[in-house]
């Protein structure tokens, strides 16, 4: 009755798992830091990284991010379109919702660029346009994440690329239901600076 639903969950578990690594505790603990979950915004993403004082450290950060939400499509690409989808779905899942930090994770911000990056490259390029343009007018990541991830499911949707936009509409409502704090505080101005150390 649902012949594709084997393929579906392996590729919905495979993301999951992969996007569940949490890169910047991992790197930040190897590096000796302070426990990322006390410092700043208790995030374990690039940008919580950042305020530990360790450019290179955040870099990885955001690229290892990026990249198992690039993976998990690419690899779940190989039984079709659909399963590339779900693949992607559960990569940025695993990385809100982690199982091994119970389920206490990051705001999904490089996985959603790496996502996007693996079902539609001009999808990730519109990303990292507008959240650069964004942040170098505020000088806030959290105002570039919602901006950049509102803009990017119209972009492809207007390109023509459907599925992947639904996906990323759907991704775009997680992270900013992820960012309320966020959007609290810059509300109030008490968000922090992207750089601005703990």
């Known amino acids: 009755m649902f012949p594709d639903l084997p393929t579906n ?5 495979f993301g999951y798992l992969l996007g569940s690594i949490p890169f910047g505790l991992v790197l930040t603990k ?21 305020r530990t004082g360790n450019k290179g450290l955040a870099a ?18 190989r039984w079709g379109e659909q399963a590339a989808v779900i693949g992607g779905l559960g990569a940025f899942l695993g990385h ?18 790496g996502v996007a990056l693996g079902l539609a490259w001009p999808g990730a390029l519109v990303f990292a346009v507008v959240w650069l343009g964004v942040a170098a007018l505020t000088r806030y990541s959290s105002a570039a994440a ?3 991830s509102a803009a990017t499911p119209v972009a492809l949707w207007a390109m023509g690329r459907g599925a992947a936009a639904e996906l990323l509409i759907a991704l775009a409502v997680m992270l900013w239901f992820k960012h309320r704090p966020n959007i609290e505080r810059l509300m109030a101005g008490t968000e922090g600076k992207i750089g601005q150390k703990s």
Do not use: E
Request: charged share 10%.
């Open 9 to 13: 969950l392996a590729a919905l578990l």
């Open 30 to 50: 190897m590096a000796g830091t302070q426990d990322l979950r006390t410092i700043g915004s208790g995030n374990i993403g690039a940008t919580n990284v950042l």
């Open 60 to 77: 990885a950060t955001l690229l290892l991010d990026a990249l198992k939400g690039t993976l998990a499509v690419l690899v779940a690409s």
């Open 96 to 113: 809100l919702y982690p199982v091994w930090l119970k389920f206490n994770g990051g705001k999904g911000v490089a996985t959603f660029l």
């Open 146 to 148: 919602l901006a950049a």
